[in-house]
Nanobody, 124 residues
Framework: QVQVVESGGGLVKPGGSLRLSCVTS????????LGWFRRAPGKEREGVSC????????YYADSVKGRFAISVDKSKKTVYLQMNSLKPDDTAVYYC?????????????????WGQGTQVTVSD
């Protein structure tokens, strides 16, 4: 069983910041792909940011470049998503996902292991 557990969502005003955390046992593997995805109301799940040790590359969706940052702390088995300058369009359920590799980049279909999701709401 692969553990994937997100936390850190909440309500924040436009321009504010949040940091999401995801504890995952995938970080004990030699190679892994980790991703943050989101699903806004009425929209399909989309890749926000992903990291893949196989290609050693980090991906960011155009809509979040320069505002979001993915990072990993292997000692804590945790992947983070730092979200700055949040906008109402960032409102969504955010999911963490893991797998051995990601051919996408950052395609939801490439990931087999998902967390339960955490709600992020950006509103006045």
């Amino acid at each position: 069983q692969v553990q994937v557990v997100e936390s850190g969502g909440g309500l924040v005003k436009p321009g504010g910041s949040l940091r999401l955390s995801c504890v995952t046992s995938a970080l004990t593997w030699d190679d892994y792909a980790l991703g943050w995805f989101r699903r806004a109301p009425g929209k399909e799940r989309e890749g926000v940011s992903c990291f893949n040790t196989y290609y050693n590359k980090t991906y960011y969706a155009d809509s979040v470049k320069g505002r979001f940052a993915i990072s990993v702390d292997k000692s804590k088995k945790t992947v983070y998503l730092q979200m700055n300058s949040l906008k109402p369009d960032d409102t969504a359920v955010y999911y963490c996902a893991a797998d051995v590799y990601d051919l996408g980049p950052c395609r939801p279909a490439d990931y087999d292991y998902w967390g339960q999701g955490t709600q992020v709401t950006v509103s006045d």
